[in-house]
């Protein structure tokens, strides 16, 4: 344990040291001695010794209240926007605090310091102006689908527009998504193109009623073969398979791994290999028909 220093008749601001005190009850924030004071004004205290030597203690309290008697009231006053309505709660630093009245309307308080100093002159609505007076004008132009109408201030304080939709419908959105392209519309626009695609997707997929893309998918199972795969049964643990427009075409279990991987290729080139070779003349003649008529 370390040696505590002796603060008996020292002076610190208004209070004077005692003695130790008894109570030395300590907090996880300020472990040190704590020490019986009496203020000028007469009052005795107990304050640690770190609060003592910080200089954050200089009385029992009397002193902030007397500075608060001598502050200069600010009642009245205008500071830009803000016209001090009474006195506040001070802040946790001791600051003095005002309750003011912005010319918007909104209320809030300020410390002294604050509106003295110019650093606060209104609520925060004279942020927002000064950036709407910088913004560019987007009112009647276009983007997409929507057509700018007005601004309108939003709680976050980005520079917003109403739009309305070609569909009919109005709709908010910043100026930042407007002039990336990141909205184009009032969300039709999405829907429109989903719902157009939908057929060609469908098409693309399905070819004399085949899946064409599962067809094409080069994944392998995880023996390294397609369509043969390794099963829970200790006689017959390697099963090939094939399915093709939903009909099972092969479905057998096999002793060894490679009995397996003959059976499947044998079921693609009986089931899978005429289709291809159907779908290669066909795409053949498509492609010989518009050569032609391009000539």
Known sequence: MSKIIDLTGRRFGRLVVLRLADDQTKTPQDTTARWLCRCNCGNVVVRSRKLLRSGCVNSCGCLAQDTGNRLKDLT??????LTVLRRADNAKSGNARWLCRC???HTSIVTGTALRSGKIQSCGCLAQDIRYSRRTDLAGRRFGRLVVIE???DGNGD???LCRCDCGKETVV???NLINGNTRSCGCLAQDTGRANVPLMLDAALRDGT???????KTKSKLGIRGVYEVD???YPYEAKLILRKEILLRKRFKTFEEAV??????????????????????????RRTKKCSH
């Open 211 to 217: 899946n064409v893309q599962v067809l094409s998918k």
């Open 76 to 81: 009245g006053q205008r500071f830009g926007r």
């Open 103 to 105: 010319d918007c309307g």
């Open 151 to 153: 601004y309108v201030k």
């Open 174 to 176: 910043t100026a930042g």
């Open 262 to 287: 003959v059976a499947r290729k044998d079921a693609e080139e009986k089931y899978l290999a005429p289709l291809a070779r159907k779908w290669a003349e066909e795409d053949a003649k498509k492609e």
């Open 159 to 161: 520079t917003s527009w």
């Open 233 to 235: 049964d200790k006689e």
